[in-house]
């Protein structure tokens, strides 16, 4: 089981960037599917999550309205659409999935499984 994330790199403040992290080795269809990120020298913290189905996105307040979660089940990816990107923004990008509960969470302890990472960085 693997969860690959991609699609980091430099932006300009106010730019955009595109995550997605592609599964493999099982469906995920039926799991929560999580972003996190983690600044240097920061605590990992929750960006974003959405559930089976679409049914249920949460966000990070710091990015409500900028980012938007969403995912594929045929393709078996997440994505993550970065808008009016912010200097505070800056940070390695994981995805993660939850496929004991399937709720996810605001928690680490939450998510079983985590993508290597994809760095942002964001340029004032």
């Known amino acids: 089981v693997q969860l690959q994330a991609s699609g980091g790199g430099l932006v300009q403040a106010g730019g955009s960037l595109r995550l997605s992290c592609q599964a493999s080795g099982r469906s995920f269809d039926r799991d929560a599917m999580g972003w996190w990120r983690q600044g240097a020298g920061k605590a990992r913290e929750f960006v974003a999550l959405?559930?089976?189905?679409?049914?249920?996105?949460l966000y990070a307040d710091s990015v409500k309205g900028r980012f938007t979660i969403s995912r594929d089940s045929a393709k078996n990816t997440v994505d993550l659409q970065m808008n009016n990107l912010k200097p505070e923004d800056t940070g390695t990008y994981f995805c993660?999935?939850?496929?004991?509960?399937?709720?996810?969470?605001?928690?680490?302890?939450?998510?079983?499984?985590w993508g290597q990472g994809t760095l942002v960085t964001v340029s004032s």
């Open positions: 959405i559930t089976w189905k679409s049914e249920t996105t």
């Open positions: 993660a999935a939850d496929t004991r509960t399937g709720r996810g969470g605001y928690g680490e302890h939450e998510y079983n499984y």
